[in-house]
Every structure is written in C-alpha cells, then in structure tokens.
C-alpha cells in the first residue's frame, strides 16, 4: 500500500470514529465519514469493502490505541480487581476527555447502549 493509501486510511478510521461515536452505526453515513476524511466516498469500498466492515475496522483500531495509551499501567499479571480496576480509571478518563482518545470511549458506550450486529 502507498503512503497516499495508508494516510486515507487513517483518516478513514479517525473521521469513522467520531461520527460513530457522535450518531451510532444506524444514523452515520458513508458520505458524512468520508466528507469529514476529505475522501472519495468509493474510499470506503476500496479499503474496507463496506460501512459494517469500517465499523469493526474502527472498533479495532480503538481497542489497540486504547491498549497503546491506557493499557500499559496494569499488568495481565495483576490480580483480577487492580485489572479491573485499571480498566475502570482509565475507561472514565476517555470518557470524559477530549479530542481523539475521548471517541473511543464514546463509541464503546454507544454499543453498550446502542449494540450492533
């Protein structure tokens, strides 16, 4: 993949999140994401194949950002409770932040209450 490519689709992933994170899956557009990433809407298709495989493209890439920025403070060696613990500080300072971390949070939230196939 070129550095044209890779860069699109990050800004995919980026603007695909937030607006998930601000409507849901049901209520977000392809066109809206890709209008937000500044990319051709047949983006999507080409590096994701369609708006159900961005979305879990997305949840993925939450998830390990999330382990790069949060998950180092607790080792899987711990007892279960300072794990739980850890999981539960860091998920309310997500929600609660602001900027690109903060969508994470926000959509894993939105699922719980919103859950998709």
Not at 30 to 56: S, T
Not at 82 to 107: H, I, N, T, Y
Request: hydrophobic residues 40%; negative net charge; aromatic residues 10%.
């Amino acid at each position: 993949m070129s550095e044209s490519e890779i860069e699109t689709e990050r800004r995919l992933l980026e603007a695909a999140g937030e607006v998930f994170a601000e409507r849901g899956y049901y209520d977000t557009t392809v066109r809206e994401i890709c209008a937000r990433a500044k990319a051709n809407v047949a983006a999507v298709n080409y590096h994701f194949g369609d708006k159900e495989a961005l979305y879990r493209a997305v949840l993925g890439h939450a998830r390990k950002c999330a382990i790069q920025e949060w998950g180092k403070d607790v080792l899987a060696t711990e007892p279960a409770e300072r794990r739980l613990l850890g999981f539960v500080q860091s998920l309310l300072l997500r929600m609660f932040d602001k900027g690109q971390p903060a969508w994470f949070a926000q959509l894993l939230t939105r699922e719980m209450v919103e859950p998709t196939g």
